[in-house]
Each structure stands twice: as structure tokens, then as C-alpha cells.
């Protein structure tokens, strides 16, 4: 009777270099898709500072997961723990909204020059009884 040697060979992780070289790219993408929309939905300006560690807490993750193969599910849970994350990042830094208007004690919109009080119309489709 003869041995049979099975042996069970785990998958390689692929080379740092490598993995940086997938990781990044897409860790960019996600971070620019987040930080842009912010931006743009909240009206809010987010320091640098806040950019760079953002850009850092995605990068650092997707290169450490990037060794080897994942499911759709895993980067679909992934990508969204890493949205979740940089949406309250950049909401604990918030700043004032590009306007500069609203906040508590200030005027939402600036007085318009030209456009002084008028007194009601008296006449016309739109009087005032």
C-alpha cells in the first residue's frame, strides 16, 4: 500500500509592488467619486489636510486587501465600509459652505443691489388688496 501525499496549495499573494500598482488606481477613484461628491452635495469645501488622510485611511486598506483574488460581494461591502468612512471624515471636518451665507445670526443670502423694498403693487395682476 502505497502513500498519497495531498498536499493543499494556497493561492500566492501577489508582490507588494503589484499590489500597489492595482490598488491604487482604484482606491484613487473612490476616494475623488467621494470627495467630489461631498463637495458638490454639501456645498462644503474639505481642507487638504483632511483630503490626504482620507486619500491615506482608503489607500492603506485596498493595498493590504489587494493580495489576493476577492468576491464581487467582498468589494461591494469593502467599497462601501470605505464610502461610509471618508462620507463621515469629511463631514466631521465640514466647513463654511462656499456662499459663506447661512449659519446662526447671519442672512442666508446677501442683500441684492437694485432690488431695494418696494412698496406693494396697488394695480394690476398681482395687487394687493
Not at 493561492?11 to 477613484?29: H, I, N
Not at 476616494?31 to 474639505?46: E, K, Y
Not at 461591494?76 to 469629511?90: E, Y
Amino acid at each position: 500500500m502505497s502513500m498519497v501525499s495531498t498536499s493543499v496549495t494556497l493561492p500566492e499573494q501577489a508582490a507588494l509592488d503589484l499590489r500597489v500598482l492595482r490598488a491604487v488606481p482604484f482606491a484613487t477613484v473612490c476616494f475623488v467619486l467621494s470627495a467630489t461628491g461631498h463637495a458638490v452635495a454639501s456645498g462644503c469645501q474639505v481642507p487638504v489636510a483632511v483630503l490626504l488622510l482620507g486619500w491615506i485611511a482608503v489607500c492603506v486598506p485596498a493595498v493590504a486587501l489587494a493580495g489576493r483574488e476577492r468576491s464581487l460581494r467582498a468589494i461591494t461591502i469593502g467599497g462601501t465600509v470605505g464610502q461610509m468612512v471618508l462620507r463621515l471624515l469629511f463631514q466631521a471636518a465640514r466647513t463654511t459652505p462656499r456662499g459663506g451665507g447661512g449659519g446662526p445670526g447671519k442672512p442666508a443670502m446677501p442683500g441684492m443691489p437694485g432690488m431695494a423694498m418696494a412698496e406693494p403693487a396697488r394695480s394690476g395682476p398681482h395687487a394687493i388688496p
